[in-house]
């Protein structure tokens, strides 16, 4: 191992795409196409991840790579207001927005009903994280679910394990992301078409 590196215990999240395409997978097959996303800014880890997430999801379905559909935020409300400000007025509206939190889509959401922009129907909207108010907003918002307090208790005990024995081999845990779908992706169903009812995507 190199000199300047050093092992250490640490607990993770895996399973963020699969969570990501569950959401989106009856969008799609709806027929939306124009997915865009609110980035986190460039120099940090997780807006990182997150935007590699969203490129992967053009190639999985095959969808456009759109420059206006790409808009970074600051994982703050006011930048994800900031952020629909752009998306909302660009020449072609998205359909479905991935933002890389829960609140940037929460400041999405408050400017797409301030401009009359109904979720779902115009634009649906998918967070991360999974805070709690995201299952008290009208409409409900959807998110990947991150198992914060269980990543919380999991650290906590690494870190009791290694003050105990500083000499034991060291452990890298990861906890499963998994999909909430809430209101703010509900399907609503066409004759025919094999999806869902908005009320079987709520929880």
């Known amino acids: 191992m190199p000199s300047d590196e050093v092992a250490t215990d640490c607990v993770g999240t895996f399973g963020t795409g699969n969570a990501l395409r569950t959401l ?22 997780v807006g990182t991840i997150r935007r590699q997430q969203y490129l992967g999801l053009l190639e999985h379905y095959g969808l456009e790579a759109n ?38 889509a929460i400041g999405f959401l408050e400017v797409a009903e301030e401009m009359g922009v109904t979720v779902p129907d115009d634009v649906a909207v998918i967070g991360c994280d999974d805070i709690y108010i995201a299952g008290l907003l009208r409409p409900a918002l959807s998110s990947v679910h991150m198992p914060k307090y269980e990543l919380g208790r999991r650290g906590a005990e690494l870190l009791l394990d290694r003050m105990a024995d500083p000499t034991r081999p060291t452990r890298h845990l990861e906890l499963e992301a998994t999909p909430v779908a809430r209101e703010s992706t509900a399907v609503r169903v066409r004759r025919g078409s094999g999806l869902r009812p908005c009320s079987d995507y709520r929880k």
């Open 67 to 104: 420059r206006d559909w790409l808009v970074e935020g600051d994982f703050t409300r006011q930048g994800g207001r900031n952020a629909a400000h752009k998306l909302l007025s660009a020449p072609e509206r998205p359909d479905i927005v991935f933002a890389a939190n829960d609140m940037m």
């Open 24 to 45: 989106i997978d009856p969008l799609v097959a709806g027929g939306r196409s124009r997915l865009a996303h609110i980035a986190g800014p460039e120099h940090a880890v």
